[in-house]
């Protein structure tokens, strides 16, 4: 049986105690500023509730837009195209639907990735798909939700650097996996 590197285990335990840490280290932070935390809290939730209903149109949009692109067929074809660039990168073909999705929805891609785990929680695959959903974010999403929200009309440089962002998140998470599980 192998044992896990010195490396995997350091990566375990700050994985385990960086959320408490982080919510720690706000609390004292506000507290030694005289912050009443709480408070701000119910606050920051009334406005997001506000929030929330300004941005539902564009929520609604964007939903169903995802559900034509899945059930057109269009990922399917659009992986089945790129499978042989994914092999070269290290990346398992099953994970690049995943990676397609991430850009456009965070239910659609984590469907996706909950596939790949399902078939087999363990796997070398599963992990990558894990990796990528939480290396890459919702572009499209983000940009058609607050952008739209505020008005915004020409997104300018932004598609173009997110997307980018999405790529180098892949690609690191590939290369990462490669390096902790393999």
């Known amino acids: 049986m192998n044992e896990p590197s010195l490396f995997k285990l350091i990566i375990d335990q700050i994985s385990l105690l960086t959320v408490p840490l982080l919510f720690f280290a ?55 195209a790129l499978a042989p660039v994914t092999t070269a990168i290290g990346m398992p073909p099953e994970v690049l639907p995943t990676a397609l999705m991430r850009p456009l929805s965070g239910s659609g891609s984590l469907g996706l990735a909950s596939d790949v785990i399902e078939a087999d929680p363990d796997s070398f695959n599963a992990k990558v798909a894990s990796t990528v959903f939480g290396a890459t974010d919702t572009t499209f999403y983000v940009i058609a939700l607050y952008f739209g929200s505020v008005g915004i009309r020409k997104i300018r440089h932004a598609m173009i650097a997110g997307l980018l962002a999405d790529l180098a998140g892949i690609l690191a998470a590939v290369a990462v996996c490669h390096l902790v599980f393999k």
């Open 26 to 80: 706000i609390v004292a932070f506000a507290m030694w500023r005289g912050v009443k935390a709480y408070e701000s809290f119910i606050t920051g939730g009334k406005e997001g509730f506000n929030i929330f209903l300004q941005i539902l149109p564009y929520l609604v949009a964007i939903f169903v837009a995802i559900g034509v692109f899945r059930v057109s067929g269009a990922l399917d074809y659009i992986s089945d």
